[in-house]
């Protein structure tokens, strides 16, 4: 099996999905905290205390529900991220779920909670 992730492979993303959701959950706290507060306009809140990557897209635009479905989002791959930890206790990881081929590394160095391969990732995108 000449794919097969090396254990140091493993440990690498390991850290890296462990990495991702302490950040991710530091973000979903904070946006939670600023949902919260913008459901209570009688609160001394400070509305330019948005998280960063919610400022690169414009705090004009931000509303409540912007902020929602970005925690949606955010809880979505918090769940990916547990997944792929599971998997990597399991021994299944880097393996496409579709077509049982190996991720190729750069796919999972960019996205290491991923069970797909880019090819099964394009065609279910294109499937929609
Ligand atoms: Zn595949």
Known sequence: MPHELKPEDLGT???SLLNLQARLRGDLDQM???ALRR??????????NVPLHMAD???ENYDQ???LSLIENEQDTLGQIHEALGRIDAGTYGKCEECEEMIAKPRLQ???YTKHCIKCA???ESRG
């Open 13 to 15: 993303y390991r850290e």
């Open 32 to 34: 939670t905290d600023e």
């Open 39 to 48: 459901g209570q306009p009688d609160s001394s809140g400070n509305l330019s």
């Open 57 to 59: 897209v414009g705090t």
């Open 65 to 67: 529900e912007f902020t």
């Open 110 to 112: 960019a996205l290491p």
């Open 122 to 124: 394009r065609e279910m």
